[in-house]
């Protein structure tokens, strides 16, 4: 939908959770001292890194952290606070409790997916700024939720596509956008990441998650929304990724961030045409997701030529790959998370004057028939400060990765992920945002969600 009609059309009726006693915030800053209060919620892997990330800017305290596994706790204090001589902060083991923390202004969301859309929604009507981690729903319905609640409630709501936040990938936009690259009539995202088996393990108590280790472990909380199943470390830290109740395959892990990317270059929203092929191939393992998987999206182009439309081309490898262009050449190398000796993750843009290379740190335009080195640019940003800032000045707009952005490029892949297992092409009505004549299709944009932790009808 369009983005006033889409926000209209959600904002008719709502109503409050009735998990909590949620009440509608003042959205003014009141700050102590212009200091925001942060919680992080999820301190494993990269939630330590929104830690230290929030740890480096001015007037921000990391005051709380909130994790299921409690046996996380100590290493975190000690590493990220007392060995750093900062004050150690508020432990909460369920993030409702720290939702009622008055003291906290703001929270990262770091949890599995499956969480991420439902803590975000019960944060934003607790009254509290939230920056949610990628991908920012588990589901098409959630993600829609999400931008329901951020309009409603008036607060900063960032998605986690970090690179929206970095001045090249804005020169990236706007070289596109401005024409210099000519019809940019397809983009082509590119998750090739390394990726080993993870065997298969049974149900059960094991090494190094022993019944000792459980003990600290608030699985029914770990699990929240998700089935009811028994423990097993493969459906645990990190493998959940793996698993549909729990995560949505590297297109929806890695694969986010160049989605992201694909679709803001490519200037596009709702595809009007779907179809992912692939699988899980190789491994005999615990695995669901596919480790090979390409996914292709057609999208109404209305001031292009010829047939008027736009593609978008997506495709995620596990294992074995090559060069793309010259990303991941050894002539063009550069050794960081997105690109290594095992990895290539990136862009490519075509159009009718030249065609373009993007990676985590930087872009080039090559012209021509000739391809001739064109115009390029370098250079990061900080997502962390875009988030605070947007909170110190009261003003959503700030945002560079505003929440509903982070939607449509969740939705791309959802739809992906239908496609893929559903084994057939979806047709999108652009209007009504639904796949046309596929009621089993429609049924896979939300999904059933474990009591006490559901997703209600309305925010």
Not at 52 to 63: F, G, N, P
Not at 285 to 307: K, S
Not at 415 to 430: C, E, F, K, M
Request: glycine share 8%; net charge neutral.
């Amino acid at each position: 939908m369009k983005r006033r009609e889409f926000i209209e059309k959600s904002l008719k009726s709502t109503v409050a959770l009735g998990a909590m006693p949620f009440i509608l915030p003042d959205t003014r800053w009141k700050g102590a001292n212009n200091r925001v209060n942060v919680a992080v919620v999820g301190i494993r892997g990269m939630g330590q890194s929104h830690i230290r990330a929030y740890q480096q800017l001015k007037d921000v305290e990391v005051s709380a952290i909130c994790d299921v596994d409690e046996n996380l706790f100590s290493d975190c204090v000690k590493k990220n606070y007392t060995d750093k001589g900062l004050r150690a902060p508020t432990t909460f083991k369920d993030m409702r409790k720290l939702f009622a923390d008055k003291s906290i202004d703001a929270v990262s969301i770091v949890t599995p997916n499956h969480w991420h859309a439902l803590a975000g929604i019960w944060a934003i009507q607790a009254g509290k700024h939230a920056s949610i981690e990628k991908p920012s729903c588990h589901t098409i319905r959630e993600g829609q939720m999400l931008v329901e609640a951020a309009a409603k409630y008036g607060l900063v709501v960032q998605d986690g596509a970090e690179q929206r936040s970095d001045p090249s990938a804005q020169s990236m936009y706007r070289f596109l956008k401005d024409g210099k690259l000519g019809e940019v009539y397809m983009a082509k995202g590119l998750c090739y990441k390394w990726r080993d088996t993870i065997n298969k393990t049974p149900d059960g108590y094991m090494e190094p998650y022993t019944q000792q280790y459980m003990s600290k472990v608030d699985y029914d909380l770990w699990l929240g929304p998700a089935p009811l199943r028994p423990f097993n470390s493969n459906r645990f830290h990190y493998n959940w990724h793996w698993h549909w109740d729990y995560g949505n395959g590297d297109m929806g892990n890695q694969g986010v961030h160049e989605m992201d990317i694909a679709r803001w270059g490519l200037d596009v929203k709702i595809p009007t045409k779907v179809s992912a092929m692939g699988g899980h191939v190789m491994f005999d393992d615990d695995q669901q997701t596919p480790n090979v998987l390409m996914a292709l999206f057609e999208f109404n182009n209305p001031a292009g030529q010829g047939e008027k439309k736009k593609i978008l081309q997506f495709e995620v490898r596990h294992w074995m790959t090559n060069p793309e262009e010259s990303l991941g050449s050894r002539s063009n190398f550069t050794d960081t998370y997105m690109t290594s000796t095992s990895n290539i993750v990136g862009n490519i843009f075509y159009g009718s004057k030249g065609y373009m290379l993007k990676e985590l740190s930087g872009w080039q335009a090559y012209m021509g028939k000739e391809r001739v080195p064109g115009e390029s640019d370098k250079g990061g940003g900080d997502h962390y400060q875009n988030f605070i800032d947007a909170i110190r000045a009261g003003d959503p707009k700030l945002l560079t990765g505003p929440i509903e952005e982070g939607f449509y490029s969740c939705l791309l892949i959802h739809l992906a992920n239908i496609s893929y297992r559903l084994g057939r092409t979806l047709h999108i009505d652009t209007d009504k945002l639904q796949v046309i004549n596929d009621a089993e299709a429609n049924r896979m944009f939300s999904k059933e969600y474990r009591k006490p932790y559901a997703l209600p009808d309305k925010v």
